[in-house]
């Protein structure tokens, strides 16, 4: 069979009115069904952490029209430095290194781990390789050397972080959505406050004005 005749799974998106109606009516009643552990807003395939560790969170909610849900993430501006800071010190950390380490770095081996009784190989186990010490990273190894470039990034030339929502219409389950949040943890209050906020921004692609303040994000 050619690959042109499997099914092609289109964005949420792209559906037709009445499709995204049902998946609209379905999320509805799952909401309904879940607000003993989730208050009415929003529902999750998840469960939602409530103690202080939690940083980040999947979760469903209903648009304000009939033919719109949301599948969101939210993370804490704590999360988002880590983020950035890991992006940076990897883009630096590449930029020293050429064509051939890295490849070398990111070459995986796999050998035979569960043979059948007939031969036949089941799983297969990834061989733990060596690391290599680079001169450029003063003895260090690839994954020390970024590390330490994230720890320094952090504290000495933090970057700019800011609250904001941001969607994704690549979605094949309802609309994406990415949030940032200047907030400790990431509770249920946190997510019906941030849900109420961006309705009444119109639903809508938003970033503050003002970063958040670099003495409120802690990296424990």
Request: proline share 3%.
């Amino acid at each position: 069979m050619t690959r042109r005749f499997e099914k092609k799974r289109h964005p949420f998106i792209s559906l037709p009115r009445h499709k995204r109606n049902d998946a609209f009516i379905k999320l509805k009643g799952e909401i309904k069904r879940e607000v003993a552990h989730y208050g009415g807003l929003f529902t999750s395939p998840l469960i939602l952490d409530e103690s202080h560790e939690s940083q980040w969170f999947d979760f469903y909610f209903l648009g304000l029209d009939k033919f719109t849900l949301w599948n969101a993430t939210i993370i804490t501006s704590m999360v988002a430095l880590q983020d950035a800071a890991h992006d940076l010190a990897y883009k630096q950390t590449v930029e020293m290194m050429t064509a051939e380490e890295l490849a070398a770095e990111c070459k995986m081996e796999f050998v035979p781990a569960d043979p059948s009784s007939t031969g036949k190989v089941l799983t297969y186990r990834m061989v733990e390789q060596e690391k290599k010490r680079y001169d450029q990273f003063g003895g260090l190894t690839f994954s020390e050397q970024l590390g330490q470039l994230e720890a320094k990034i952090i504290n000495e030339e933090p970057p700019a972080i800011y609250e904001y929502f941001q969607t994704d219409l690549s979605y094949r389950y309802g609309i994406g959505l990415h949030i940032v949040i200047d907030a400790e943890v990431i509770n249920r209050t946190v997510i019906e406050q941030t849900i109420i906020k961006f309705r009444e921004l119109g639903e809508q692609n938003w970033q503050a004005e003002y970063s958040v303040s670099k003495e409120r994000i802690t990296i424990k």
